[in-house]
Structure formats: structure tokens, C-alpha cells
């Protein structure tokens, strides 16, 4: 593929490529990014391939006029068949006839959730589950009433429905609105992609919160609470080499490169639950991999398509060219104009 720029307009691949996960996510670099155009399309090119599909979200979309910029947004269309998860308030508003399946006993700040399949074509407002063990019950009750793929549209700044024990990939969007500079995307894009595709770490289970060190004396659970108290951490690891070190929070740029100043990078491994939960800089992560330290992750989850919107909020318009192809040629994976492939797809 290298040297071809794959665009989504190469509708029957990415179907191929969506259908092999039961659940995606949709994730933005910033707002207005494109993750409503994106989920349109997604539904429509899943719906054209007669794969059964359901769709929730961790915040409020389909909106027609978004609450903190006042801007006109893309409503979210389903057809004939698609499963969706959405409050009691914005059920009531939708512009379809539907059947409903389920109702939550939970209840979300505008009420419970409600699990329905759409009889007809039609716009509706998706506002789901307000924490991530909510919206993985919520997929697994639309798999279990007909939903092959679940489309999961995420909260802006917030990644952890992207997380592999929430959902098993992402399709990730950027544009204009994160940055008008060609390099400054291409810079963040890469850096999210390689976090989404570190390596597993098999000596370490889901363990209780904590920090836990793996040295040639075994696995011990500290009494640190996390890696902000990187200070106390070095007593731990001083002098021992091939140390391993698991956190159940986050991982920081603090963290890594008080480890690489102190030159222990070259011996370490830092283990976190999965990508979501390393808040690290493209910087940051380049210095550590260059002191030879190691990142890995319990689950495993990837980035398997990248949307880049060309136009900021404020009216400024990027080239993507670029972008398109040397993501595409980095990592082979769907990479395409939001607003010029869905502008030659049919809604």
C-alpha cells in the first residue's frame, strides 16, 4: 500500500475492515473535528454492506446546533433496521418509528436510556450512557438483540470509552479545528496511532489499584498510589535491572522523564491497562523510547482509520493531501477528506 493514499471512498475495504470488530469507537483530536460526519458515514457504509449495527454515545450527538459554539452540526441518520441507544428525553424527539428492546433501570441526567431499533429511515439525537461500564452493557444488549458492530461515539477530550475493555478499536478524527498546521497534526495523529498499537505485557493481570514492580526477586505491590510519586518509586528500582513497572492509573510525562534523567529508562518497562491511559507527549514518548525504555500495555487496541476534517470552526480551510498520504503511508490503514468523500457518498 505504501505510496498509494487510501481514501474511505474505497467503500467494500473499509466496510471489510469495520465489520471485523463488534465494537468502534469514535474519538477527536478536538472539537469539531468531523466525529458526527464521520458516524454518519460509518452507519451508511455499514447499513450498504447488510452488516446489523447499533449506535450509542458517551455524550450528547445529532444535535442540530451545537450548545457550547452555537454552530450548525450534522444530525445522525439511521436506516431501516440499525440499533441505537439514547435517553428517554432525546427518544422522545426522534424522527423515526422504532421498537424498543430495553429500558435502564439507570438513569442519566436527561433519564434512562433507552434500546431501540429503528422500523424506517430517519434523524435522531444519540445520548447514551454516562460511564464506561454503562456503555459496555449497552453494547453487549445490542449484540444480543441482532447488532453485529456497535458505533460508539465519544465525549470531546475523553478517551476512555476508546479503551479496549470498552471497545475493541477506534477510528480517530482531526483536522483544521485541532490545528492549521499541516505538521502539527501529522505530529499528534502519529503519535495516537503508535500509543494505540504498543505492545502487550504479559506478566502483569488486571490487578487491584496501585503500583505494582516486577524485578528479579518477583511481582510486589507498593504503597505508592500512582506515578505522580515517581520520587518514592526510585528506591524501588535503584541499581536492579530489566525492572518492570505496572500502574491501574495513569502514565505521565513527568513519570518518564524523571525515570529517563535518572537513567533508569534503559532498564524499564512501564506497564499501563491500555493506550487510554498514557497522558504523554509526543516529545516525551520519542526521549523515552530513545533511552531505551519500553512501553506496553495489558489490552490491546488500535486505531483503524483516521477522518481529517479541512475546515476549522472559524472558517480557515486546510490542504490534506499531505497528511493522507504520509499517515497512510506510515501505517497503512483508511485515511480520508471527512467532508470531500462524504460530499460523493449519498447520505
Request: glycine content about 6%.
Amino acid at each position: 500500500m505504501e505510496g498509494k493514499t487510501q481514501q474511505i471512498g474505497d467503500n467494500m475495504n473499509l466496510a471489510g475492515e469495520l465489520k471485523k470488530y463488534s465494537s468502534i469507537s469514535i474519538v477527536g483530536s478536538e472539537k469539531n473535528t468531523g466525529k458526527t460526519v464521520t458516524l454518519n458515514y460509518l452507519i451508511k457504509i455499514l447499513h450498504d454492506s447488510k452488516i446489523n449495527i447499533g449506535v450509542t454515545s458517551i455524550g450528547i450527538d445529532g444535535e442540530s446546533t451545537d450548545q457550547v459554539t452555537k454552530t450548525k452540526k450534522p444530525e445522525i441518520i439511521l436506516g431501516e433496521g440499525d440499533f441505537f441507544a439514547t435517553s428517554e428525553k432525546h427518544y422522545k424527539s426522534k424522527k423515526i418509528t422504532s421498537e424498543i428492546f430495553d429500558i435502564s433501570d439507570e438513569n442519566t441526567s436527561i433519564g434512562r436510556v433507552v434500546t431501540a431499533k429503528a422500523k424506517n429511515s430517519g434523524k435522531v439525537i444519540i445520548s447514551g450512557p454516562q460511564n464506561n461500564l454503562w456503555i459496555k452493557k449497552t453494547i453487549d444488549k445490542m449484540k444480543k438483540y441482532g447488532a453485529d458492530t456497535v458505533l460508539v461515539d465519544g465525549a470531546i477530550s475523553r478517551l476512555s470509552h476508546a479503551s479496549p475493555a470498552v471497545t475493541e478499536a477506534v477510528v480517530f478524527s482531526t483536522g483544521a479545528a485541532f490545528s492549521l498546521s499541516e505538521s502539527e497534526i501529522l505530529k499528534d495523529t502519529i503519535h495516537r496511532i503508535n500509543l494505540s498499537r504498543l505492545d502487550k505485557e504479559y506478566d502483569f493481570n488486571d490487578e487491584e489499584n496501585g503500583v505494582y514492580i516486577k524485578t528479579d526477586e518477583g511481582i510486589i505491590k507498593t504503597k505508592i498510589k500512582s506515578l505522580l510519586m515517581y520520587e518514592d518509586i526510585d528506591r524501588y528500582i535503584e541499581g536492579k535491572k530489566d525492572v518492570k513497572i505496572y500502574t491501574t492509573g495513569a502514565v505521565t510525562d513527568s513519570f518518564l522523564k524523571h525515570m529517563t534523567e535518572k537513567k533508569y529508562a534503559e532498564n524499564l518497562t512501564v506497564v499501563a491497562d491500555d493506550f487510554t491511559k498514557f497522558f504523554i507527549s509526543p516529545q516525551i514518548f520519542n526521549l523515552f523510547l530513545k533511552s531505551k525504555g519500553k512501553l506496553r500495555v495489558l489490552k490491546s487496541s488500535k486505531i483503524i482509520a483516521v477522518t481529517v476534517n479541512p475546515v476549522s470552526p472559524s472558517g480557515y480551510t486546510i490542504n490534506t493531501e499531505g497528511i493522507i498520504s504520509k499517515i497512510n503511508n506510515i501505517f497503512g490503514i483508511p485515511v480520508f477528506d471527512v467532508m470531500k468523500e462524504v460530499s460523493s457518498y449519498e447520505l
